[in-house]
Protein backbone atom coordinates (compact mmCIF):
# COMPACT_ATOMS: atom_id res chain seq x y z
CA UNK A 1 0.00 0.00 0.00
CA UNK A 2 1.02 3.67 -0.42
CA UNK A 3 3.72 4.41 2.42
CA UNK A 4 4.35 8.03 4.38
CA UNK A 5 7.49 8.77 5.08
CA UNK A 6 7.89 11.69 7.75
CA UNK A 7 10.82 13.09 9.56
CA UNK A 8 12.09 14.03 11.42
CA UNK A 9 11.14 11.45 13.86
CA UNK A 10 11.79 13.83 16.52
CA UNK A 11 12.75 17.41 17.34
CA UNK A 12 13.90 19.42 20.64
CA UNK A 13 13.67 22.63 20.58
CA UNK A 14 14.39 26.06 22.37
CA UNK A 15 11.27 28.15 22.64
CA UNK A 16 11.21 30.69 20.43
CA UNK A 17 12.49 28.63 17.71
CA UNK A 18 10.91 27.47 14.10
CA UNK A 19 10.25 24.07 13.37
CA UNK A 20 9.79 22.41 10.13
CA UNK A 21 8.58 18.63 9.46
CA UNK A 22 7.94 16.85 5.97
CA UNK A 23 5.76 14.02 4.59
CA UNK A 24 6.80 12.16 1.48
CA UNK A 25 4.98 9.46 -0.16
CA UNK A 26 6.23 7.40 -3.55
CA UNK A 27 2.34 7.54 -4.60
CA UNK A 28 0.27 10.82 -5.14
CA UNK A 29 -2.53 12.05 -2.87
CA UNK A 30 -5.73 14.10 -3.58
CA UNK A 31 -5.78 15.39 -0.24
CA UNK A 32 -3.08 16.21 2.56
CA UNK A 33 -3.48 16.86 6.43
CA UNK A 34 -1.64 17.87 9.42
CA UNK A 35 -2.76 16.48 12.81
CA UNK A 36 -1.60 16.71 16.64
CA UNK A 37 -1.68 14.27 19.13
CA UNK A 38 -0.88 15.36 22.69
CA UNK A 39 -0.53 13.35 25.88
CA UNK A 40 -3.35 11.04 26.48
CA UNK A 41 -5.65 12.32 24.12
CA UNK A 42 -6.53 11.46 20.41
CA UNK A 43 -5.17 13.07 16.90
CA UNK A 44 -6.83 16.50 16.21
CA UNK A 45 -6.98 18.02 12.65
CA UNK A 46 -5.14 21.05 12.51
CA UNK A 47 -4.38 22.18 8.38
CA UNK A 48 -5.87 20.42 5.76
CA UNK A 49 -4.54 21.17 2.12
CA UNK A 50 -6.97 20.34 -0.97
CA UNK A 51 -4.75 21.52 -4.13
CA UNK A 52 -1.50 21.09 -5.46
CA UNK A 53 0.67 23.86 -4.67
CA UNK A 54 -1.77 25.38 -1.79
CA UNK A 55 0.07 27.01 1.10
CA UNK A 56 -2.07 27.21 4.07
CA UNK A 57 -1.68 28.75 7.53
CA UNK A 58 -3.66 28.48 10.76
CA UNK A 59 -1.99 31.16 13.55
CA UNK A 60 1.87 30.24 13.60
CA UNK A 61 1.51 27.25 11.55
CA UNK A 62 1.55 26.66 7.94
CA UNK A 63 1.53 23.94 5.64
CA UNK A 64 2.00 23.48 1.84
CA UNK A 65 0.82 20.69 -0.29
CA UNK A 66 3.64 19.61 -3.07
CA UNK A 67 3.59 20.40 -6.30
CA UNK A 68 3.90 16.73 -7.05
CA UNK A 69 1.28 15.78 -5.28
CA UNK A 70 3.50 13.30 -3.12
CA UNK A 71 5.30 15.37 -0.43
CA UNK A 72 3.70 18.41 2.14
CA UNK A 73 5.65 20.16 5.17
CA UNK A 74 4.57 21.79 8.02
CA UNK A 75 6.39 25.01 9.76
CA UNK A 76 5.46 26.12 12.88
CA UNK A 77 6.74 29.77 13.82
CA UNK A 78 7.93 30.97 17.22
CA UNK A 79 7.56 27.44 19.12
CA UNK A 80 5.81 27.52 22.72
CA UNK A 81 5.41 24.94 25.07
CA UNK A 82 1.81 24.20 24.26
CA UNK A 83 3.06 22.88 21.23
CA UNK A 84 4.80 19.79 22.77
CA UNK A 85 3.03 16.68 21.10
CA UNK A 86 2.99 14.14 18.19
CA UNK A 87 2.51 15.81 15.06
CA UNK A 88 1.20 13.48 11.85
CA UNK A 89 0.49 14.12 7.97
CA UNK A 90 -1.72 12.24 6.29
CA UNK A 91 -2.52 11.59 2.95
CA UNK A 92 -6.00 10.76 1.59
CA UNK A 93 -7.12 9.56 -1.46
CA UNK A 94 -11.30 8.19 -1.80
CA UNK A 95 -12.10 5.96 1.36
CA UNK A 96 -8.02 5.27 1.80
CA UNK A 97 -6.38 7.62 4.38
CA UNK A 98 -2.51 7.11 5.70
CA UNK A 99 -1.13 8.73 8.50
CA UNK A 100 2.79 9.19 8.84
CA UNK A 101 4.80 7.81 11.55
CA UNK A 102 4.54 10.94 13.42
CA UNK A 103 7.03 13.41 14.20
CA UNK A 104 7.42 13.96 17.91
CA UNK A 105 8.31 17.45 19.31
CA UNK A 106 9.87 18.65 22.56
CA UNK A 107 9.82 22.38 23.45
CA UNK A 108 12.34 23.32 26.11
CA UNK A 109 10.93 26.65 27.72
CA UNK B 1 -20.21 17.05 25.80
CA UNK B 2 -17.49 15.58 24.26
CA UNK B 3 -17.86 14.39 20.48
CA UNK B 4 -16.68 10.78 20.68
CA UNK B 5 -16.22 9.03 23.49
CA UNK B 6 -14.87 5.72 23.88
CA UNK B 7 -15.01 3.12 27.11
CA UNK B 8 -13.07 2.04 28.61
CA UNK B 9 -10.32 4.41 28.89
CA UNK B 10 -7.85 1.75 30.34
CA UNK B 11 -8.49 -2.17 30.02
CA UNK B 12 -6.20 -4.55 31.59
CA UNK B 13 -6.76 -8.11 30.84
CA UNK B 14 -5.44 -11.89 30.75
CA UNK B 15 -4.18 -13.21 27.48
CA UNK B 16 -7.11 -15.70 25.95
CA UNK B 17 -10.05 -13.43 27.51
CA UNK B 18 -12.69 -11.59 25.28
CA UNK B 19 -13.10 -7.79 25.91
CA UNK B 20 -14.98 -4.83 24.04
CA UNK B 21 -14.36 -1.29 23.50
CA UNK B 22 -17.45 1.06 23.13
CA UNK B 23 -17.71 3.91 21.04
CA UNK B 24 -20.34 6.67 20.59
CA UNK B 25 -20.24 9.92 18.25
CA UNK B 26 -23.06 12.88 19.23
CA UNK B 27 -21.91 14.56 15.80
CA UNK B 28 -24.29 13.12 13.34
CA UNK B 29 -21.48 11.53 11.23
CA UNK B 30 -22.30 9.27 8.61
CA UNK B 31 -18.67 6.98 9.29
CA UNK B 32 -16.98 5.84 12.10
CA UNK B 33 -13.71 4.28 12.32
CA UNK B 34 -11.67 2.39 14.64
CA UNK B 35 -8.15 2.82 14.84
CA UNK B 36 -4.99 0.70 16.61
CA UNK B 37 -2.24 3.01 17.53
CA UNK B 38 1.21 0.50 18.67
CA UNK B 39 4.08 1.52 20.88
CA UNK B 40 5.96 3.55 18.41
CA UNK B 41 2.67 5.75 17.94
CA UNK B 42 1.80 4.02 14.60
CA UNK B 43 -1.76 5.04 13.95
CA UNK B 44 -3.26 1.92 11.46
CA UNK B 45 -6.65 1.80 10.15
CA UNK B 46 -8.55 -1.47 11.14
CA UNK B 47 -12.69 -0.85 10.46
CA UNK B 48 -14.24 1.79 8.75
CA UNK B 49 -18.28 1.84 8.83
CA UNK B 50 -20.37 4.44 6.86
CA UNK B 51 -23.92 4.65 8.63
CA UNK B 52 -23.60 0.83 9.80
CA UNK B 53 -22.22 -0.25 6.60
CA UNK B 54 -18.68 -1.93 6.88
CA UNK B 55 -16.37 -0.01 4.05
CA UNK B 56 -13.29 -0.80 5.24
CA UNK B 57 -11.83 -4.09 6.57
CA UNK B 58 -7.59 -3.85 7.01
CA UNK B 59 -6.16 -6.86 7.35
CA UNK B 60 -7.16 -7.42 10.81
CA UNK B 61 -7.28 -11.19 12.43
CA UNK B 62 -10.62 -12.48 12.99
CA UNK B 63 -10.46 -12.10 16.83
CA UNK B 64 -11.26 -8.52 15.82
CA UNK B 65 -14.99 -8.34 14.78
CA UNK B 66 -17.26 -4.46 14.88
CA UNK B 67 -20.16 -3.97 14.99
CA UNK B 68 -22.45 -0.37 14.45
CA UNK B 69 -25.87 -0.65 15.90
CA UNK B 70 -26.68 2.36 14.57
CA UNK B 71 -24.49 5.02 12.99
CA UNK B 72 -23.80 6.92 16.20
CA UNK B 73 -21.99 3.74 17.74
CA UNK B 74 -19.33 1.21 16.76
CA UNK B 75 -18.38 -1.14 19.06
CA UNK B 76 -15.01 -3.39 19.19
CA UNK B 77 -15.16 -6.65 20.18
CA UNK B 78 -11.87 -9.17 20.48
CA UNK B 79 -11.39 -12.52 21.20
CA UNK B 80 -8.83 -14.49 22.42
CA UNK B 81 -6.88 -11.73 23.96
CA UNK B 82 -3.15 -11.69 22.94
CA UNK B 83 -0.02 -10.15 23.61
CA UNK B 84 0.23 -8.25 20.57
CA UNK B 85 -3.14 -6.84 21.03
CA UNK B 86 -1.59 -4.46 23.62
CA UNK B 87 -2.08 -1.25 22.16
CA UNK B 88 -4.50 2.09 22.12
CA UNK B 89 -7.49 1.71 20.38
CA UNK B 90 -8.84 5.13 18.99
CA UNK B 91 -12.58 5.93 17.35
CA UNK B 92 -13.25 8.39 15.06
CA UNK B 93 -16.07 9.63 13.41
CA UNK B 94 -16.13 11.57 10.01
CA UNK B 95 -19.04 13.50 8.55
CA UNK B 96 -19.00 11.63 5.43
CA UNK B 97 -17.10 8.66 3.48
CA UNK B 98 -14.59 8.18 0.80
CA UNK B 99 -14.27 11.27 -1.83
CA UNK B 100 -17.18 13.23 -0.12
CA UNK B 101 -15.02 13.38 3.48
CA UNK B 102 -13.13 16.10 3.56
CA UNK B 103 -10.25 14.06 5.85
CA UNK B 104 -10.90 15.68 8.96
CA UNK B 105 -11.52 13.14 11.52
CA UNK B 106 -12.98 13.21 14.82
CA UNK B 107 -11.34 11.60 17.51
CA UNK B 108 -12.11 9.67 21.09
CA UNK B 109 -9.27 10.16 23.65
CA UNK B 110 -8.69 6.27 23.08
CA UNK B 111 -8.78 2.85 24.98
CA UNK B 112 -5.28 1.64 26.54
CA UNK B 113 -5.53 -1.84 26.16
CA UNK B 114 -3.17 -4.20 28.08
CA UNK B 115 -2.80 -7.84 27.90
CA UNK B 116 -1.01 -9.70 30.46
Known amino acids: GQQLNQSPQSMFIQEGEDVSMNCTSS?????WLWYKQEPGEGPVLLIA?????ELTSNGRLTAQFGITRKDSFLNISASIPSDVGIYFC?????????FGAGTRLTVKP | DTAVSQTPKYLVTQMGNDKSIKCEQN?????MYWYKQDSKKFLKIMFS???????INETVPNRFSPKSPDKAHLNLHINSLELGDSAVYFC???????????????FGEGSRLTVL
Open chain 2, 92 to 106: ASSLRRGALNTGELF
Open chain 1, 27 to 31: SIFNT
Open chain 1, 49 to 53: LYKAG
Open chain 1, 90 to 98: AGKNGNDMR
Open chain 2, 27 to 31: LGHDT
Open chain 2, 49 to 55: YNNKELI
